[in-house]
């Protein structure tokens, strides 16, 4: 089968191995998943064995020493076949990145070989009820006390938070210094004085739960990523990274109403012809297949400067628009294609819409996205 | 033109599968030989005699034949094959372990799986899963066949009478020892693995009459027994019977939709069952747009009444 | 013992297949390969003998054009040691597979060689059986256990209407059925480990076969859509045709 630009053949070989499991093992349960928000943090340890947990990281530290390309079309996969499961790893990512980019090999072999392996799963704390977009407007706290810190505040939409082994927290060490003032640290879940709330009652995703943490606690000068006052830089360079991978589950998410949407209309018929007999439908299938295959080449052209080691930030936060945004079309459009049917909870339609609906708001919304594209321009 | 028909027997009476095989002889030859071998065969060469077509049977008896195994049974058939333009065998378990190692001996390319007889050197054969339906010519001076019994029509089990020829039952050439052979009871067979499905709709109406009269219809096909959503929702059967969209996907040979509308989400689980039966009192149900043969009626009556005409019918 | 495994390239069997506008074969431009569910079936076994201490090592076969190379790397990643493709862009019927696979077999003297039972392309059923004809091999066909002891073989095969054991003198050709083992998900570690082991490429040439086809295939169509369906009046028509008619009883 010929290939996207940029897609080798270990790539595709690794984006199969995902897909086998997604298809068997996911997939059969994404529904009910869905509708009884059990959490995909159950597939974590199954993820790990197969290599998943750690796909981001080094093989130094319990990666397989994949290509950018590899790990969108295993996201990809996996967002195909549940999309909870899919959010459910990039908040993972988001924190075994943090602590990849923001810190030293000490604390990269504390904890990136046990979150590889499965024994420990991530979770990712930047967003505060204040502070969503505008990250120097957080207000948690850490505070020196002699070889800790004591961290005060609250943070808000945490993903995998309560399974969670470790939380990157990040925090304000010096609250006059704006964005230059917030620092990272990992801190084990189960500290005292760590609180995570009940779930959030979500729209979709509603198999990757995002709590409220609150902290009182204290960290050990160890687990701080890097100097005081690189937590903003390593956030942004985190960032990149997961917005592919946002992305990513964007694409999964969007080829799997796009293949529904043209099974259905090759299977319904209308007036004794199938649907997709219907220039109607045709164009709706065009416009779905002409979103879909854009997304790709601009997410696969982030991939390729991020492999070759080039700046990507906007090219990252291009492909993140593009797909998230083609995701809300094409699910949405998807849904369409199959009349009321598509609008009962019997097909994943109505399900691939709520779940596409936060792709265009975490981790940056579009409008954010937009502000990232244009300062590539103007700054 | 003479044709050699390798039979399939368990030393007592022939497999149907043989009487399939001997009508699509009939297509190719005008003489037809069977090859019985076996341990024990006195009755069933008695009975292959009286084939009508059949000319001569073939007669190889030693206990090292006794169990069909197909190192001993490929040289007595391979020394046969070269004297024939055709040689055939079901397409059975038995017929596809044997064919192809005889015509590997011989260096003849075998054609598996016979669904139709265009000419003496030319077969179509289903390909792809039964997808694709290939018509290929064989170049080998001998063919080598194995049929579909389902493809051809069997002949009749009397009227004829045949030359009974006794021949050489070769050696045991001791690679291979048949140690033990379970035939498996009638449990019933798993959804997906189905070769016939018996499905359940709200028709029913209740658990008890999914019991009452879909189990022992379902028992008597050895058939996997399936529910539409409805059902399930109802709760007159379990979650994992559930085919359709969200339920199992299933394509068996034969599939009976008893009691079930035919929602379209069902249908996508089940429309490409090989030959789809429905049962229901509403003639303008979905499911009988679907459906290859469609009874209209009260299930309730129809599929007790189905039940016993299947003893009377293929109890044979 | 060194256990030999072969495997096929084939159409995804997910892929739903068309027939080209010619009829002249099946349309492959752009359609998904993967390795053939039951010789899938025949590496995991393999690999599970090597992983109970039996086998010594596993030396997986493919046959065919040079894209062969990526089915042989999921063998590997499977937990094959080291491959071979026969690169051939012919088309290779049984027969002329079965003669590649007895010239490798010569070279390479396994103890087991295990196949797929079928490939889902074909369909033929036939190539494991040959090759045991023509090593002059006794054969386990479509096995659902594989039991290795002492210089003998116990495999239970898959037979019409239930399950037959036999004991098989080594060495053996044993082709799997579907309900031999369930293969494990490829590791994604073992995907990039599996390009660093040995994959070696001979010819039918280097092998002094003639893989000429015997069998020509003169055309394939789609079988006849569904037609309407038709409704009987009775319980006894309903019997008498799908007796005679449908033929499923």
Redesign the interface.
């Known amino acids: 089968m010929s290939e996207r630009l940029g897609i080798t053949e270990d790539d595709r070989a690794i984006a199969d191995a995902v897909a086998r499991f997604a298809q068997n093992e996911l997939a059969p349960q994404a529904h009910i998943v869905d509708r009884d928000e059990i959490r995909t943090t159950r597939y974590a340890s199954q993820l790990a064995e197969l290599g998943v947990m750690g796909m981001n990281l080094p093989e130094r530290w319990g990666g397989i020493g994949a290509s950018p390309a590899a790990l969108i079309l295993s996201i990809a996969e996996i967002a195909k076949a549940c999309g909870s499961t899919a959010s459910m790893i990039g908040a993972h990512y988001l924190a075994t990145d943090s602590i990849l980019i923001g810190g030293d090999d000490m604390i990269r072999d504390r904890y990136l070989p046990d979150a590889a392996s499965g024994a420990k799963l991530g979770a990712f704390a930047l967003t505060e009820p204040g502070a969503g977009s505008n990250p120097a407007g957080m207000i948690t706290r850490a505070e020196r006390e002699g070889e800790h810190y004591r961290l005060r505040g609250v943070k808000q939409f945490i993903s995998n938070a309560d399974d969670a082994g470790f939380i990157v927290v990040y925090a304000k060490t010096d609250p006059n210094a704006g964005t230059r003032g917030i620092s990272a640290f990992v801190v084990d879940r189960h500290t005292p004085g760590i609180t995570v709330s009940a779930p959030e009652k979500l729209m979709g995703i509603r198999g990757a739960p995002a709590h409220e943490v609150t902290f009182d606690c204290l960290v050990p000068v160890a687990n701080r990523l890097g100097e005081e006052g690189a937590g903003f830089y390593t956030a942004m360079k985190v960032l990149d990274n997961s917005r592919l991978d946002v992305a990513a589950t964007s694409l999964g998410l969007s080829e799997a109403a796009l293949a529904a949407a043209v099974a259905w209309a090759k299977e319904r018929k209308v007036g004794g012809e199938p649907l997709a007999n219907k220039q109607g439908i045709q164009w709706m299938l065009a416009d779905m297949k002409l979103r879909l295959e854009a997304a790709w080449l601009i997410t696969l052209q982030a991939a390729a400067k991020r492999g070759a080691g080039e700046k990507f930030s906007d090219y990252s936060a291009m492909a993140k628009l593009c797909a998230s945004e083609a995701a809300g079309f094409i699910t949405d459009t998807a849904l369409q294609v199959h009349g009321g049917y598509g609008f009962t909870r019997e097909l994943p339609l109505e399900r691939l819409v709520r779940d596409a609906r936060i792709l265009r708001i975490y981790e940056g919304a579009s409008e954010i996205q937009r502000t990232v594209i244009a300062r590539a321009m103007v700054a | 033109m003479t044709v050699l028909v390798i039979a399939e027997h368990d030393n007592h009476t022939l497999k149907a599968a043989t009487l399939s095989t001997i009508g699509a002889a009939l297509q190719v030859g005008d003489e037809i030989h069977v090859l019985l071998a076996g341990q024990g065969l006195a009755a069933v060469v008695d009975a292959t005699a009286r084939i009508p077509g059949v000319a001569k049977v073939l007669v190889a008896e030693e206990v090292h034949l006794a169990?069909g195994?197909?190192?001993n049974l490929?040289p007595l058939v391979a020394g046969l094959a070269r004297r024939y333009l055709h040689v055939l065998a079901p397409a059975?378990?038995?017929g596809?372990?044997?064919?192809?190692?005889?015509?590997?001996?011989i260096?003849?390319?075998?054609?598996?799986?016979v669904i139709a007889i265009e000419s003496p050197d030319?077969f179509k054969?289903?390909?792809?899963?039964?997808?694709?339906?290939?018509?290929?010519?064989?170049?080998?001076s001998v063919k080598l066949l194995t049929v579909r019994s389902?493809?051809f029509s069997p002949v009749p089990v009397a009227g004829g009478s045949a030359e009974v020829e006794t021949m050489d039952p070769g050696l045991d050439l001791?690679?291979?020892?048949?140690?033990?052979?379970?035939?498996?009871e009638t449990s019933r067979p798993e959804l997906d693995?189905a070769r016939?499905i018996v499905s359940g709709g709200r028709g029913l109406g209740s658990s008890e009459a999914f019991k009452q009269i879909l189990e022992p219809f379902a028992d008597r096909l050895g058939a996997a027994i399936g529910a539409s959503?409805a059902a399930v929702d109802a709760g007159y059967a379990p979650n994992d019977c559930q085919v359709?969209?969200?339920g199992k996907i299933v394509a068996p040979?034969?599939y009976f939709a008893v009691g079930i509308s035919g929602a379209?989400?069902h249908l996508?689980g089940m429309k490409d069952s090989?030959?789809?039966?429905?049962i229901n009192k509403d003639?303008e149900a979905p499911i009988?747009?679907?459906?290859?043969?469609?009874?209209?009626g009260d299930l309730f009556e129809?599929v007790p009444?189905?039940l016993a005409?299947?003893d009377v019918?293929?109890g044979a | 013992m060194k256990v030999m495994v072969a495997v096929k390239r084939v159409v995804d069997f997910n892929v739903k297949v068309r027939c080209k506008a010619d009829g002249s074969g099946v349309e492959l431009a752009n359609v998904k390969m993967a390795m053939n569910p039951f010789d899938e079936i025949a590496v995991e076994e393999a690999v599970r003998l090597k992983e109970a201490g039996i086998a010594s090592e596993v030396v997986a076969v493919s046959l065919g054009a040079k894209p062969c190379e990526e089915t042989l790397r999921t063998a590997l990643a499977m937990g094959a040691d080291r491959a071979i493709l026969v690169e051939s862009d012919s088309e290779l019927q049984p027969l002329a597979v079965a003669k590649l696979l007895m010239a490798v077999v010569e070279r390479e003297a396994p103890q087991l060689v295990l196949l797929g039972k079928q490939a889902i392309d074909d369909d033929a059923n036939q190539t494991g059986q040959m090759l045991a004809a023509l090593l002059g091999w006794p054969q386990g066909t479509f096995a659902s256990r594989v039991e290795l002891s002492e210089g003998q073989l116990k495999v239970t095969r898959e037979i019409d209407g239930g399950l037959e054991t036999l004991a098989l003198a080594l060495p053996a050709i044993v082709t799997a059925d579907l309900r031999l083992n369930e293969p494990r998900y490829v590791k994604l570690p073992s995907i990039m480990a599996a390009k660093k082991k040995p994959l070696a490429v001979i010819t039918p040439q280097d092998l002094g076969v003639d893989v000429a086809p015997r069998l020509k295939q003169l055309k394939v169509a789609e079988p006849a859509p569904r037609r309407a369906g038709g409704q009987v009046g009775s319980v006894a028509e309903l019997v008498s045709k799908l007796k005679n008619e449908a033929k499923v009883f």
Not at chain 2, 96 to 105: E, G, H, S
Not at chain 2, 107 to 113: F, I
């Open positions: 169990h195994l197909a190192e490929a059975s378990t038995f596809k372990n044997l064919l192809p190692r005889v015509a590997a001996l260096d003849v390319a075998p054609v598996s799986d030319t054969r289903p390909i792809y899963a039964g997808n694709v339906i290939a018509t290929v010519q064989s170049r080998d389902t493809a001791g690679q291979s020892r048949f140690v033990s052979r379970q035939l498996t693995s016939v959503r359709g969209q969200t040979q034969l379209i989400q996508a090989k030959v789809i039966v429905a003639a009988f747009q679907v459906a290859d043969y469609g009874l209209v129809l009444e189905l005409q299947l019918g293929i």
